[in-house]
Nanobody
Framework: VQPEESGGGFVQPGGSLTLSCQVSEYTFRYFTIGWFRQGPGKERDGVACISSSSTHYDESVKGRFSISRDHVKKAIVLEMTNLQPNDTATYYC????????????????????WGRGTPVTVSS
């Protein structure tokens, strides 16, 4: 089942936005779910992810982004603050996210599903 994303939009530098990703109850319970982003001309990279026991953030967003689980809606919420122009990208919700302990790039497992993506534009 494809994750359903909401949120995103246009904001000025220093502003805030919130993204939400709704998934099935099974996915919510058993998989690490997170957000990747892909800017113009760039690769798709992991931003933040969360499981039932841990959270992970890319260094570029630590202290500015916060990921949480909404147990009622079975959704993953990404609160983004102090947004900057280099945060401009299409943000994709992903299930079955894998964060290597080696510090290598995040990737997705065999049970992965991607959302359609939601654009975030930060500009003055």
């Amino acid at each position: 089942v494809q994750p359903e994303e909401s949120g995103g939009g246009f904001v000025q530098p220093g502003g805030s936005l919130t993204l939400s990703c709704q998934v099935s109850e099974y996915t919510f319970r058993y998989f690490t779910i997170g957000w990747f982003r892909q800017g113009p001309g760039k690769e798709r990279d992991g931003v933040a992810c969360i499981s039932s026991s841990s959270t992970h953030y890319d260094e570029s967003v630590k202290g500015r982004f916060s990921i949480s689980r909404d147990h009622v809606k079975k959704a993953i919420v990404l609160e983004m603050t102090n947004l900057q122009p280099n945060d401009t990208a299409t943000y994709y919700c992903a299930t079955d996210v894998v964060v290597p302990i080696s510090g290598a790039r995040w990737f997705v497992g065999t049970q992965n599903s991607w959302g359609r993506g939601t654009p975030v534009t930060v500009s003055s």
